[in-house]
C-alpha cells in the first residue's frame, strides 16, 4: 500500500487523497452535465481541471464550457443566474453520486432554498423543468418570493404575513 501511495506522491505530485477526490468531482461534473444539457439548449458543460503550482497538486477546479462562446470561462465570470443554474446541477449530482456510493438510497424530497431570484424568465422555465425531472419520484421543495414561480407551480404551502402574526395557506 506504501509502494502504491508513493507512486502518487512522487512521481506525479498527486497524493492519493486527491487522485480519489479528483475522481469524485469527476463523477459529481458527469452527473451535473447530464442535467445542465437541459438548461439553456445544452449551453454549458463543467470539466474539472487540477490546479498545479510547483509541481504538485494544490487542488481542484472546475471550468465551464460555453457552447456559445466556444471556450471555457472561468466558473467566477458566470451571472447570478447560471451561477444558481450551475449549482443546482452541481448540487443535483453531487446527490446522485452520493445515492449511488450509498448503495442507491432513495432521496425523498429536496428543498431550494432562493436562487429563483437572480434568473430571467427562461432560466426560471429551465430550473423549473430540471426541477420537475428530477421530483418525479419524489418532492421537490421550493422557498422563494419570486412571482412566476408562484404562477407555475399550483401545489405549495403559503406563508402569509399579517399584523397578528403569520398563517399558512394550504394550495392543493
Not at 444539457?37 to 498545479?52: N, P
Amino acid at each position: 500500500m506504501r509502494a502504491f501511495t508513493e507512486c502518487f506522491t512522487y512521481n506525479k505530485g498527486v497524493t492519493l487523497s486527491s487522485f480519489v477526490l479528483s475522481a469524485m468531482l469527476g463523477s459529481v461534473a458527469e452527473q451535473a452535465n447530464e442535467l445542465l444539457r437541459l438548461v439553456h439548449g445544452g449551453r454549458y458543460r463543467l470539466e474539472v481541471r487540477s490546479a498545479r503550482t510547483r509541481a504538485r497538486l494544490d487542488g481542484l477546479e472546475l471550468q465551464v464550457l460555453d457552447g456559445y462562446f466556444g471556450g471555457e470561462r472561468d466558473v467566477r465570470t458566470l451571472s447570478g443566474g447560471e451561477k444558481f443554474l450551475v449549482s443546482l446541477a452541481l448540487s443535483l449530482g453531487l446527490s446522485a453520486v452520493v445515492r449511488a456510493q450509498a448503495g442507491g438510497v432513495a432521496m425523498e424530497a429536496i428543498f431550494i432554498d432562493e436562487g429563483f431570484g437572480s434568473l430571467d424568465p427562461a432560466s426560471i422555465r429551465d430550473a423549473l423543468d430540471v426541477l420537475t425531472r428530477i421530483g418525479a419520484g419524489g418532492k421537490v421543495g421550493i422557498i422563494s418570493h419570486v412571482e412566476a414561480l408562484r404562477e407555475n407551480i399550483l401545489q405549495g404551502i403559503e406563508v402569509v404575513k399579517g399584523k397578528a402574526g403569520s398563517r399558512v395557506r394550504l394550495h392543493v
